[in-house]
């Protein structure tokens, strides 16, 4: 979440920001809230004081003063009592009103409401021509026989699958390829829990519940599968404080995900892309605020780098502000040159990477 001082000094920016994601949030109704809570809390707090004053004075007052005192007490303690039945209501609406206020967006955020305005900034490498029309992976995979979604569908459900022989090795490789990049990049591993409870998911920014969740949760628990090890590793020092001298402190996890929604039907999210669980390497930092740009641009270099050490064309892509989810800021995509996807080939997501800035900082009580 924002700084409440924050959107309170420039709710224009904040609805601007709110606009352009086309997203539900009202920013009226959270300046009412956060005035009302904070004139309650004087209140209680004033009244507390005198409760505490009048506690006090009891044992020392006269005998004829002893009782209105009491009285007083007892008639201070009724009013604050039904004064924190209200504060508790008023703050209950106060932080479901916060938890609605995306991130702020910078200058320059390319405007749009889907992923067709998104802007390309620059192609790298160039795509492949063959004289024939390329097979996809499907194609290649009846000869090949090495992803099972006939199995996978009987064991797990539609869009999961059994990857065999040289493609689980190949799957392993290019994990320890991005491992072995990052670290040498000063990350350092973990292996994230595959789960986690629902308020780490909401302090990283999503949402575990409702009809637009795309969070699988667990029945009778507080925990859901993690859709991203982002989850995990911000979770993993919720309520932390950090020594400025410690950072930045970058970390390079492996974990499965897991997604609901697994993407429209048709060409363009069939078979492998666009499924229910998949492995991912996830780099994270915690930075002092002042670096966080330049963590950003240098996690984007360190997964143009892997492309090009791979050979694999790709084109660099600026996410438009109704493309975003609520944490980032900014958000780039790096989407690979596919040559058997669709008619002629197309361009894919396969990595992105954001600044989230301050957002999940706040709402997981992670300081410096």
């Not at 022989?165 to 390829?177: F, G």
Request: aromatic share 10%.
């Amino acid at each position: 979440m924002l700084d409440i001082k924050f959107i309170v000094e420039n709710q224009e920016l904040i609805k601007h920001s709110i606009v352009e994601r086309n997203t539900k949030a009202d920013v009226d109704a959270l300046v009412s809230l956060y005035k009302q809570k904070n004139e309650l809390q004087v209140q209680l707090d004033e009244l507390r004081a005198e409760r505490n004053n009048i506690a006090k004075s009891i044992p020392q007052a006269s005998n004829d003063d002893r009782p209105s005192l009491i009285e007083k007490g007892k008639s201070l303690k009724e009013e604050i009592q039904n004064l924190e039945i209200d504060f508790d209501k008023i703050m209950a609406a106060y932080m479901l009103e916060m938890e609605n206020i995306p991130n702020i967006l910078p200058e320059g955020t390319p405007s749009g409401f889907t992923d067709e305005s998104n802007v390309v900034l620059r192609y790298e490498g160039k795509p492949t021509e063959f004289n024939f029309k390329a097979k996809d992976h499907l194609e290649l995979n009846e000869k090949l026989q090495m992803i099972d979604f006939e199995a996978g569908a009987k064991v797990a459900g539609n869009k999961c699958y059994f990857l065999k022989d040289d493609l689980v090795l190949l799957s392993y490789a290019l994990q320890m390829y991005a491992i072995n990049k990052t670290m040498s990049k000063g990350f350092r591993i973990v292996e994230a829990p595959d789960f986690a409870r629902n308020e780490i998911l909401s302090g990283s920014g999503f949402n575990p519940r409702g009809e637009e969740s795309n969070i699988y949760c667990i029945e009778d628990t507080d925990l859901s599968l993690i859709a991203t090890s982002e989850i995990s590793i911000g979770g993993m020092f919720k309520d932390h404080v950090f020594e400025e001298s410690d950072l930045p402190n970058k970390y390079v996890a492996v974990s499965h995900c897991f997604r609901r929604e697994a993407g429209a039907g048709g060409q363009s999210s069939k078979g492998l892309y666009r499924v229910h669980q998949f492995t991912k390497i996830e780099m994270y930092q915690f930075v002092n605020p002042d670096t966080s740009y330049d963590a950003h641009e240098e996690m984007r270099e360190i997964e143009e780098e892997i492309f090009k050490d791979l050979e694999i064309p790709y084109q660099l892509v600026h996410i438009c502000a109704g493309d975003l989810g609520s944490p980032a800021y900014k958000k780039y995509d790096i989407e690979a040159w596919m040559p058997g996807k669709g008619e002629n080939g197309e361009y894919g997501e396969v990595t992105s990477t954001s600044n989230c800035t301050d957002f999940q900082s706040r709402r997981l009580n992670i300081k410096y």
